[in-house]
């Protein structure tokens, strides 16, 4: 059995995909990984993969409303998609000179 109806295995998986987004931003104009491995970007879609199979078991585990979710989710994604539009909430910094 997994423990706690997967939230423990959820956990785990957001923490992989917060080390590969974390790689990703530190080496945001390469996909190279330091370590020679694959590409930051097939490690990032796989963890990402990781944590929505995460999420699809807790919600199946917990009983959850996945339609709830889903709806919640496509609200969320045109919020994003409006704010990523809008010209004044651009992505400040990410070409800025690194800090010394």
Same mark, same amino acid.
């Given at each position: 059995?997994? #423990?706690?109806?997967? &939230?423990?295995?959820?956990?785990?998986?957001?923490?992989?995909?917060?080390?590969?987004?974390?790689?990703?931003?530190?080496?945001?104009?390469?996909?190279? /990984?330091? $370590?020679?491995?694959?590409?930051?970007?097939?490690?990032?879609?796989?963890?990402?993969?990781?944590?929505? #199979?995460?999420?699809?078991?807790?919600?199946?585990?917990?009983?959850?409303?996945?339609?709830?979710?889903?709806?919640?989710?496509?609200? %969320? &994604? %045109?919020?994003?998609?409006?704010? /990523?539009?809008?010209?004044?909430?651009?992505? /400040?910094?990410? $070409?800025?000179?690194?800090? &010394?």
């Amino acid at each position: 059995m997994m #423990a706690a109806k997967g &939230l423990a295995k959820l956990a785990e998986e957001m923490g992989e995909l917060q080390q590969v987004v974390g790689k990703k931003l530190a080496y945001f104009t390469t996909d190279e /990984h330091p $370590d020679g491995g694959p590409p930051l970007s097939a490690r990032l879609q796989d963890e990402i993969a990781d944590v929505i #199979a995460a999420c699809a078991f807790v919600v199946q585990t917990l009983g959850l409303d996945a339609d709830s979710i889903a709806e919640r989710s496509k609200m %969320k &994604l %045109k919020l994003y998609e409006k704010w /990523h539009a809008d010209d004044n909430n651009n992505d /400040h910094g990410v $070409d800025a000179p690194p800090c &010394l």
